[in-house]
T-cell receptor, first 112, second 115 residues
Framework: KQEVTQIPAALSVPEGENLVLNCSFT??????LQWFRQDPGKGLTSLLL?????REQTSGRLNASLDKSSGRSTLYIAASQPGDSATYLC???????????FGTGTRLLVSP | SQTIHQWPATLVQPVGSPLSLECTVE??????LYWYRQAAGRGLQLLFY??????ISSEVPQNLSASRPQDRQFILSSKKLLLSDSGFYLC??????????????FGEGSRLTVL
C-alpha cells in the first residue's frame, strides 16, 4: 500500500528565503507525482507534474525533483514571498493509474 | 481552456437529509472524473472515480453514491446524511492520455456541514 509522507508539517520563514519541501513515498512503482498548493478554504491548485521517467520540472520560482529509487521528491521555492503562504501537498499516482495518494501537506508561512 | 465548476460552495444540512453535489467540466471530452473528501485535520480521501458515462468506481464503502449522467457531469449524492459526512468535498478531472491519466485539476470545493 502506497504511503506518502511530507516533512515538515509546518514551516515558517522570512520573505526572500529559499526553501525546500520534502515528500517521500513507500512504493517506487509510481506513474507520476504532482505538487499542489491549497489556500485556506479553497480547492487545490496544480503546481507541477513529474512523470516517472523525469528527474525534475520547473515553473517560475518552483522546481520539483523526483528520485524514484529513494522514494523522494522535493519542491524548491526560490526567493519566497508572502503570497507563497499556503499548504503544499504532494500526490503520487500508483501503477494502478486511477488512484492518487496524497500526503498530509506542509503548511508554509512566509513573513514579510 | 478547460474549466471545472462545482456547486454549491457551502451547504448546511440536518442529519438524515439528502445530498446532491454537482460538478461539470468544460473544454475537454471524456475526462476522468473524481470525488475527493478532505476532513478536518486529515488528508484527501478518494471517494469515487469515473472513466466514462455510467462507469463509477467506489474506493470507500459509505452511504454516499456517485453518478455520471453526462460525459462532463459528475454528481455526488446521499439519501440520508450522517454527522460523519461533514467535510470539504472536491471534484477533480484529468485527461486520459496515451500512457495513462494526465495532470489532475481540482474544483473550488464544497463545504458540507451536517448538524
Amino acid at each position: 500500500k502506497q504511503e506518502v509522507t511530507q516533512i515538515p508539517a509546518a514551516l515558517s520563514v522570512p520573505e526572500g528565503e529559499n526553501l525546500v519541501l520534502n515528500c517521500s513515498f513507500t512504493d517506487s512503482a509510481i506513474y507520476n507525482l504532482q505538487w499542489f498548493r491549497q489556500d485556506p478554504g479553497k480547492g487545490l491548485t496544480s503546481l507541477l507534474l513529474i512523470q516517472s521517467s523525469q528527474r525534475e520540472q520547473t515553473s517560475g520560482r518552483l522546481n520539483a525533483s523526483l528520485d524514484k529509487s529513494s522514494g523522494r521528491s522535493t519542491l524548491y521555492i526560490a526567493a519566497s514571498q508572502p503570497g507563497d503562504s499556503a499548504t503544499y501537498l504532494c500526490a503520487v499516482r500508483t501503477s494502478g493509474f486511477q488512484k492518487l495518494v496524497f500526503g498530509t501537506g506542509t503548511r508554509l508561512l512566509v513573513s514579510p | 481552456s478547460q474549466t471545472i465548476h462545482q456547486w454549491p460552495a457551502t451547504l448546511v444540512q440536518p442529519v438524515g437529509s439528502p445530498l446532491s453535489l454537482e460538478c461539470t467540466v468544460e473544454g475537454t471530452s471524456n475526462p476522468n472524473l473524481y470525488w475527493y473528501r478532505q476532513a478536518a485535520g486529515r488528508g484527501l480521501q478518494l471517494l469515487f472515480y469515473s472513466v466514462g458515462i455510467g462507469q463509477i468506481s467506489s474506493e470507500v464503502p459509505q452511504n454516499l453514491s456517485a453518478s455520471r449522467p453526462q460525459d462532463r457531469q459528475f454528481i455526488l449524492s446521499s439519501k440520508k446524511l450522517l454527522l460523519s459526512d461533514s467535510g470539504f468535498y472536491l471534484c477533480a478531472w484529468s485527461e486520459l492520455l496515451a500512457g495513462g491519466p494526465g495532470e489532475l485539476f481540482f474544483g473550488e470545493g464544497s463545504r458540507l456541514t451536517v448538524l
